[in-house]
């Protein structure tokens, strides 16, 4: 059965998460009624990492399998037809061997959050940003984003309803920049790791908001870590400022099958 790995862009805004649901509007709802129009077959995705309502992805990546094997550029184009007007494009689609799997295959994912960092608000990317009217620093933000590298218990920056086995995870980057191009001011987070827990990103990026605007020192941030209190962590910050921005896999010889 030929196996399909797509590479998936999206707008998280007018949907509740990428899993499929009974009653509301997904990703993963969306792009298999596509499969459904176009080919007539019951498919079912697999993704590499399940996003939240209003989080969006530029580079998300999925399988699926079909009975029949189509042209690459055929699967592309005839889901994206059938997906429009709503805001998901499949970017690319190739034949991938029966040893990928989106999701156990992955060995990185990387995320990105941004904060729209002036007094006046966003007037064109209100629902992908995180608009903060007080003055960040985000040098002092950096900082303190170090503290929380390497492998550690991160039961502070879970939610409580997070489903994973363990809260051990290795935090290989979270990196915060200033953007500014004339009153346009952002301050970017970037992220990556094996995996995460769920609202891991957007606990540290609240967390690290409050070490912007002086309210957490590095010491602070480093203190929240382990203390393993999800109370003493800064504000959740809003879903519309994440996006899924990538995941990186292994060369297809060194994959091992599952």
């Known amino acids: 059965m030929p196996r399909y790995k797509l590479v998936i862009e999206y707008d998280g805004a007018p949907f509740c998460g990428w899993q499929r649901q009974a009653e509301d509007a997904t990703v993963q709802g969306a792009i298999e009624a596509a499969v459904k129009r176009f080919s007539g ?11 939240d309502a209003g989080v969006h992805a530029i580079h998300q990546v999925a399988h699926l399998d079909l009975a029949k094997e189509w042209r690459t550029d055929t699967v592309r184009d005839a889901l994206n037809a059938h997906l429009r007007p709503l805001p998901v494009a499949i970017v690319s689609a190739e034949n991938i061997g029966p040893g990928f799997d989106a999701r156990h295959s992955a060995i990185r994912r990387h995320y990105r959050y941004r904060i729209f960092n002036r007094r006046s608000p ?8 995180w608009h903060v009217p007080w003055a960040l620093d985000a040098e ?22 997070c489903q994973a086995n363990s809260p051990i995870r290795t935090l290989e ?23 995460f827990l769920h609202h891991q990103v957007r606990a540290m990026a609240g967390t690290l908001m409050m070490a912007g605007c002086g309210r957490f020192s590095a010491a602070d941030v ?32 060194e994959r091992t099958e599952k």
Do not use: N, W
């Open 222 to 253: 480093v203190d929240i870590l382990a203390s393993r209190d999800r109370a003493r962590c800064g504000p959740m910050a809003p879903a519309q400022g994440l996006t899924f921005v990538g995941v990186d896999y292994l060369p297809e010889g």
């Open 122 to 129: 966003p007037a064109l990317t209100r629902a992908h940003v």
């Open 173 to 195: 980057q979270l990196d915060v920049a200033k953007v500014t191009m004339g009153v346009f001011e952002e301050i970017v987070i970037t992220t990556s790791a094996r995996s």
């Open 140 to 161: 002092a933000m950096h900082a303190a984003a170090q503290g929380l590298l390497g492998r550690h218990d991160f039961t502070a920056f879970r939610a409580a309803e």
């Open 41 to 51: 077959e019951e498919a079912r995705l697999t993704c590499a990492g399940r996003t």
